[in-house]
């Protein structure tokens, strides 16, 4: 018999649920024709047929937001350019509030999804009564309404991307199940299948539930878990409107939507049921799981009392089905760290049908040209965490990853479940001193120290709740006397070899060619100049540089520099990231305390700014950065980690009667931002030029190697950008600001925070992101400007600076002494007259 597979193809796509599928279709869209998609049984069948089909936008950050609008606009047309109905229904969305706090959060949503260009209406209670006669509104505060949300039927319009996908010359093949995922010397080689290999380019994962499986097997961690999933069908309800729109009652953990006649309810419970730890049945098709009543009786209660009709109508399906859910609550999308040519799309965690269409053409263009359109770091594969493929972590997780979606996030929030799985050695020590941890990378990080034994953050409010009044203190100990923070998270890269130099040299924009011992801050570019990175690098030999980069970059920025390492002669990169701790020791105290615990000589003309050196520091050896994200005098102390506990126990000791502060990263955060320091991830990124972000004094344009994206940032050179990384400011009495806030300018939207928080120096809220002018954003455009920034739908008046608000001169880095209040910038004390006391 004649195999029905090709031998050879451009592009393969494993799994024909909406993911894959959409992704075909919009391979084909951009002109590729040689596209074969791999189903294991039939299309559909793992989780797509059983979604219940809601379509919403609202998203935290612009890129995702555009994401689920493009699917949204995709949807009307969808059926108009496929010829296959989709069911779609732009029938508009209502999210009621029944808490103050859950009324503040679809205030700041609201004013969010304005920023990112969604229409959403905030209404009050009878309003929302008006648009869904079967609520109760007895305890509702408001709702948000957002008229371009709708409904769609998963299944049709996975088809349509199925028909799109053939009609653009895809080939599409049922029951052919990949068997194996066939790598060589690091580079994707085919699928193999009961028929054979197939040879091909690039491929794609989009196996759903399996997908956690079929990559662990090449040792790549796609962290995600199916959880159990429940909705219920109503018989026919009389007199049911046909044009409701999609409800949802978020502090109910309900979700509603009409469907012909009758309704669907779904819910988002707070303690879920993870499913299929021993791995997904080979033949789980089209299949759903047991009922379970008692489970989702307190839901279904809490639905009847917001629709009171339910109580009278009879019960036509108890559905309960699995979706797969991820440690974090985000998707899964991009290319395998280390292995060239193989992607994936995954962990959709409930969304991916309003999803699929955006994510299908993300992907498509992200495969076709090798960078993503746009800057999709929260969704990025490459922020997985190798622990992050151990089961039992995930199964854990994977109770809380459920409900998570609709809790309240309030700020500073952590998981509950699945802790202190990566703990500095210092742990116990923190804990006793009244750390409050937060998570990241899997880190038990430090967010601030209350009183001891401090209960983690627990308070559902965007308030000044405990943690404000704490790191403001520790905020203020850095900039008056001297504090401690823990930095262990810190990933550590090393590289070494005759072309070491020369690799870095290719992937820096700032030059590395420094005598030894010195250390340079620089951003790595990709070729469109965006920054895929920035990197803090020591020389500590001729051959020899340590590259310290933040946690959540660590995998990142290793196979960034393992693939240009390949074929760049003899350099060697090695991850010693738990070989090191870090200590930071900052303040104008800080000189004081150090001379008290190590012989090293820490005057200015010894140890200047941006210079390491190894010292003997307690019992121990540390190479110590001269180094700050705080905008203060410090070191940076990377310490074997079995020496920590030593080094520590003699800084405290020695700081005892110097007020050695401990302190957090809500502090670290809020000095850094008053310095106008940025930060990957929130305020740079892969789109990002160093140019548009005033970090044009990283780029050494003298410098005689090439380096990546040089050409694109000699385009913008000289010339004023058309969008530019602003600092801003509103009165310390306004609410508080977290990112995400929308900047206007003489009445019009002109950008929106990326990160945010109160400045305990300067006393205003903070905060920075790109502001946009067709002239280009100069000095002259800020100031004959009239800001104001929109928090959780209010406008405060604003003030816009190019620089820093605190120490812009950068006098205490150096080490000069001035008093902290009179390095508040001049048009800051002059439009608020800030001090501390506005507190
Ligand atoms: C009860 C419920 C309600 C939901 N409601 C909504 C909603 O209202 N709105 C929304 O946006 N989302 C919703 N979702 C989520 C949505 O259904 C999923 O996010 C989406 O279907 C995921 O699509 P997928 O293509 O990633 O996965 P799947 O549909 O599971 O597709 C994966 C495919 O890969 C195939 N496969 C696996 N292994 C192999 C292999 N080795 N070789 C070849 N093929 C393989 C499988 O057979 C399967 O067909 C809901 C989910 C559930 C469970």
């Not at 109760?136 to 709702?143: E, N, P, Q, R, S």
């Not at 690098?537 to 946690?551: Q, Y």
């Not at 050179?717 to 206007?744: I, Y």
């Amino acid at each position: 018999m004649q195999s029905k597979l090709p031998s050879h193809t451009e592009y393969v796509i494993v799994g024909g649920g909406i993911i894959g599928l959409s992704i075909a279709y919009h391979l084909t869209r951009l002109g590729h024709r040689d596209v074969l998609l791999l189903e294991r049984d039939q299309l559909t069948c793992g989780t797509t047929w059983h979604a219940a089909g809601l379509v919403t936008q609202l998203r935290s950050n612009e890129n995702m937001a555009k994401l689920a609008q493009y699917s949204a606009e995709l949807f009307r047309d969808l059926e108009q350019l496929t010829g296959q109905p989709t069911g779609f229904r732009q029938s508009g969305s209502i999210t009621i509030a029944s808490t103050v706090s859950r009324m503040e959060e679809l205030r700041r949503g609201s004013s969010m999804g304005r920023s990112f260009g969604l229409e959403v209406e905030m209404i009050d209670a009878a309003e929302a009564q008006r648009r869904v006669p079967l609520l109760d509104i007895t305890d509702v505060l408001g709702a948000a309404w957002i008229a371009s949300d709708g409904m769609t039927n998963p299944i049709d319009t996975a088809r349509a991307f199925a028909a799109g996908a053939r009609s653009g010359g895809a080939k599409i093949l049922e029951r052919s199940q990949v068997t194996r995922i066939v790598v060589e010397k690091g580079r994707f080689l085919g699928v193999e299948t009961a028929e054979g290999l197939v040879r091909a380019e690039k491929a794609v994962i989009c196996t759903g539930l399996w997908s956690r499986n079929v990559a662990a097997d090449l040792n790549w961690t796609v962290p995600l878990h199916a959880a159990e999933h429940f909705y219920i069908v109503t018989e026919a309800i009389p007199g049911l409107p046909t044009d409701l729109p999609t409800i949802r009652d978020m502090d109910g953990k309900v979700y509603a939507k009409p469907d012909a006649g009758k309704l669907l309810v779904g819910f988002f419970e707070t303690h879920a049921k993870p499913w299929g730890i021993d791995g997904i049945p080979r033949d789980f098709s089209f299949d759903s799981l047991p009922e379970d009543f008692d489970h989702i009786e307190p839901y279904l209660a809490a639905a009847i009392a917001r629709m009171p009709a339910l109580a009278h109508v009879g019960l036509q399906l108890n559905f309960n089905g699995p979706e797969s859910f991820t440690p974090d609550n985000r998707f899964l999308l991009g290319p395998a760290p280390d292995i060239a040519g193989l992607f994936v799309a995954t962990g959709f965690n409930s969304c991916g049908i309003e999803s699929s269409g955006g994510a299908g053409k993300v992907m498509a263009e992200w495969m076709s040209t090798g960078v993503p359109a746009n800057d999709y770091w929260e969704m990025d594969v490459r922020r997985a965490m190798p622990f992050q493929r151990n089961r039992k972590y995930l199964y854990d997780r994977t109770k809380e990853a459920v409900g998570n979606l609709w809790n309240l996030h309030w700020p500073h929030k952590s998981p509950r479940t699945a802790r202190e799985v990566r703990v500095s050695p210092l742990h116990d020590r923190l804990a006793q001193a009244g750390a409050n941890f937060g998570e990241v990378a899997g880190w038990e990080r430090v967010q601030w120290f209350g009183p001891n034994d401090s209960a983690p953050a627990s308070h559902a409010t965007f308030t000044r709740d405990e943690w404000f009044g704490q790191s403001g203190e520790e905020h203020d100990a850095t900039r008056s006397g001297v504090a401690l923070f823990d930095q262990t998270s810190f990933a550590h890269l090393l590289v070494q070899g005759n072309d070491a130099l020369a690799l870095l040299q290719r992937l820096s924009s700032n030059d590395i060619d420094v005598p030894v011992g010195r250390i340079v801050y620089t951003p790595w570019l990709n070729e469109r100049g965006g920054m895929e990175s920035d990197v803090t690098i020591a020389r500590i030999g001729d051959e020899e540089f340590l590259i310290v980069t933040a946690a959540v970059q660590r995998i990142r920025d290793l196979a960034w520099l393992r693939m240009h390492a390949k074929g760049a002669g003899n350099v060697a990169v090695t991850d010693v990231s738990s070989g090191y701790a870090t200590l930071s020791v900052m303040g104008p105290r800080s000189r004081e305390l150090l001379a008290r615990v190590s012989p090293a000589d820490f005057s200015e003309a010894n140890f200047p700014f941006a210079t390491a050196r190894e010292i003997e520091i307690g019992y121990g050896l540390a190479l110590a950065f001269r180094m700050t994200f705080v905008g203060e005098l410090g070191w940076e102390f990377h310490v074997p980690t079995e020496q920590t506990l030593g080094i520590y126990d003699a800084l405290v000791a020695a700081g005892r009667d110097l007020d050695l502060r401990h302190a957090g990263y809500v502090a670290l955060n809020t000095l850094r931002l008053e310095a106008g320091y940025r930060d990957w991830g929130s305020d740079v990124g892969d789109e990002d030029s160093p140019l548009e972000s005033g970090l044009g004094f990283t780029v050494a344009w003298n410098k005689a190697e090439d380096f990546i994206g040089r050409a694109a940032l000699e385009a913008q050179r000289g010339k004023t950008p058309r969008r530019r990384l602003v600092q801003l400011a509103v009165s310390g009495a306004a609410p508080l600001m977290f990112g995400t806030e929308p900047v206007w300018r003489n009445g019009t939207l002109v950008g929106y925070l990326r990160s945010a928080g109160f400045g305990h120096t300067v006393g205003c809220g903070i905060g920075m992101g790109y502001l946009n002018a067709e002239t280009g954003v100069s000095p002259q455009w800020l100031s004959d400007g009239t800001f104001e920034i929109e928090i959780a739908g209010e406008r405060y008046p604003a003030v816009a600076s190019l620089k820093g608000f605190y120490d812009a001169g950068r006098t205490r880095v150096k080490g000069e002494w001035h008093k902290a209040e009179d390095l508040v910038s001049f048009e800051l004390r002059a439009a608020f007259s800030a001090k501390p006391a506005d507190r």
